[in-house]
């Protein structure tokens, strides 16, 4: 059996203020805004790391889905309040000067760089919607 031509294309994370998430992503992280859709009153905006076309963030309104009920959109903004909801891992080289820059933006910093017992040595931040961010360093 030969191996499926798979790559990460997209990825979801919520959003409770489209505004400050495109100002996280874009004016924080550098990410390029690929898109940004305004439909009924919501926006989804497409985020992605320069010079990597083929991979992005969608940020989304969480609570957008017509088969989430009113009880489930209660529990998603709980966990959006506590950062417990949704997360994602991005990667960089210079680990250290990545953190400074995050700093320097008033990025909502959860840890330093650390180095982690199981190998890796990451940070890690929220966005303005409380996901968590790890960032992690390329050896």
């Known amino acids: 059996m030969t191996a499926m031509d798979l790559t990460i294309h997209q990825a979801y994370l919520p959003h409770d203020d489209p505004d400050a998430a495109l100002a996280f992503y874009r004016d924080t992280l550098g990410f390029e805004v690929r898109m940004d859709v305004d439909y009924q009153g919501l926006r989804w905006i497409t985020v992605g790391p320069p010079g990597q076309p083929g991979t992005s963030i969608v940020l989304h309104p969480p609570g957008a889905d017509p088969g989430i009920t009113d009880d489930e959109r209660r529990v998603i903004a709980e966990m959006m309040a506590k950062g417990t909801f949704a997360g994602i891992n991005l990667a960089t080289h210079d ?3 990545t953190f400074e820059r995050l700093q ?8 330093e760089p650390t180095d982690q017992p199981w190998g890796v040595r990451d940070c890690a931040v929220r966005d303005p919607a409380g996901n968590l961010i790890r960032i992690q360093e390329l050896r």
Do not use: K
């Open 95 to 97: 680990l250290d000067a």
């Open 104 to 111: 320097a933006r008033d990025a909502d910093i959860v840890q």
